[in-house]
Structure formats: structure tokens, C-alpha cells
């Protein structure tokens, strides 16, 4: 496609419940990232993919989170027994490459999920 | 580990130059990007410096000294849809990641 997608737009749970969000991000890209934005504050990193592997898991805040990647494209990632504190907007990206720092590994944004936990 | 600082908000009038600043202390990185992100949007990529010095693009133009820890976006001939918040990341060594500062919210004024 023209851009990252992703989907839901918006998601509203209760508290407990799982939740999955999808990334389909620029066709051609192999890197893919997880981040998510916090009400008033920066974006913070969760996930890098590099093809179907996770080689950096280390910003995924605890083991109610996880993700995966299938055939180089999409991505879901998986939040189980959902807390209030997990309520942000989620945000993928993707890039040619992976970060190395060549204009090939900037990195694209979609326009991001918002998660509201009750 | 890295921190990265920005101011929280700034203001300019629509036709003026703004200038937002980034500072880091950060054991090392790859480059520096800027990214401008709309209200309810997703951020978009502006500008992107490895070595130091100015990169310009068009009325966008990014400073980077790696030596002072800090960087700046330069905005000229301000725009009303120039309000937006501006992102500073870092790529850091060894790491396929991005850390961004928490962001400047700039609001344009006629």
C-alpha cells in the first residue's frame, strides 16, 4: 500500500480483557517497529521485527505483551489481561531496512490505534 | 542511556522563523531525526543529520553538533499548519530503535 495502516482506529475494552492491533505496514519494507504514546508523553519504544524475527523485544513492558510477524508483512500485537495504564495510542512503523543510519532506514509511521482501557 | 530535552510548547506568529532545540546525553547514535506529528495524527518524517552541521529542506532546515550534544529544527516563513508538535529521536549504536524526546508543541499565530 501507499502507507502504513493499521487497524483498529480506535478500541475501547474493560479492564481483563485481551486485545489485539494489526500493522500492514509499506509493502517492500522489512524492518517493522512497535511503539506506543502515552498522554503527554514521548513516543516509547516496544518492538523491532527485522523479517519475521524480533531481535530487539526489549521495550515491551511485560509479559502481557507480545507480538508477532508473518510472511515479512503484517503485524499484531497482543496485549492479554488489559490494564488501565496500558490506555495510549499505539503506534507501527516500518522502514526499508532497519535503523544503521542511511536515509533507506527512516522510519514511517502509521497513523496509530488508540486504546482506551476502562 | 539516553535523554533527550525539548522545550514543551513555543508560540511564533504566521511569516517569522522558529527555532525548537534538542539536547541529549547519549553514550553514542547513529543520526538524529526530526518529525512533526499533527493533533490525532501519525508523526511524519521532516529531517534526518548524521554528521554535523545544517541539513536544509526548503523552509525546513536541521543543525546537528554531536560534540555540544544538540541539535535544532529551524521553520521559516511560518505557516498556520506549521502548528503541530516536533519530535527529536535518536538512532543509537547497535540498536534498531528509536528514542524520542517527549516533543514541542508549536502554535502559529496570525
Known amino acids: 500500500g501507499a502507507g502504513v495502516s493499521q487497524s483498529p482506529s480506535n478500541k475501547v475494552t474493560e479492564k481483563g480483557k485481551d486485545v489485539e492491533l494489526r500493522c500492514d505496514p509499506i509493502?517492500?519494507?522489512?524492518?517493522l517497529y512497535w511503539y506506543r504514546q502515552s498522554l503527554g508523553q514521548g513516543l516509547e519504544f516496544l518492538i523491532y521485527?527485522?523479517?519475521?524475527?524480533?531481535?530487539?523485544k526489549s521495550g515491551l513492558p511485560s509479559d502481557r505483551f507480545s507480538a508477532e510477524r508473518t510472511g515479512g508483512s503484517v503485524s499484531t500485537l497482543t496485549i492479554q489481561r488489559t490494564q488501565q495504564e496500558d490506555s495510549a495510542v499505539y503506534l507501527c512503523?516500518?522502514?526499508?531496512?532497519?535503523?544503521?543510519?542511511?536515509?533507506?532506514?527512516?522510519?514511517?509511521f502509521g497513523p496509530g490505534t488508540r486504546l482506551t482501557v476502562l | 542511556g539516553q535523554n533527550i530535552d525539548q522545550p514543551t510548547e513555543m508560540t511564533a506568529t504566521e511569516g517569522a522563523i522558529v527555532q525548537i532545540n534538542c539536547t541529549y546525553q547519549?553514550?553514542?547514535?547513529?543520526?538524529l531525526f526530526w518529525y512533526q506529528q499533527h493533533a490525532g495524527e501519525a508523526p511524519t518524517f521532516l529531517s534526518y543529520n548524521v554528521l554535523d552541521g545544517l541539513e536544509e529542506k526548503g523552509r525546513f532546515s536541521s543543525f546537528l553538533s554531536r560534540s555540544k550534544g544538540y541539535s535544532y529544527l529551524l521553520l521559516k516563513e511560518l505557516q498556520m499548519k506549521d502548528s503541530a508538535s516536533y519530535l527529536c529521536?535518536?538512532?543509537?549504536?547497535?540498536?534498531?530503535?528509536?528514542?524520542f524526546g517527549t516533543g514541542t508543541r508549536l502554535q502559529v499565530f496570525p
Open positions: 512503523a516500518s522502514s526499508l531496512e532497519g535503523t544503521s543510519g542511511v536515509d533507506s532506514d527512516t522510519q514511517y
Open positions: 521485527f527485522q523479517g519475521n524475527s524480533a531481535p530487539d
Open positions: 529521536a535518536v538512532s543509537p549504536y547497535n540498536t534498531d530503535k528509536l528514542i
Open positions: 509493502s517492500g519494507h522489512t524492518a
Open positions: 547519549t553514550s553514542g547514535f547513529n543520526g
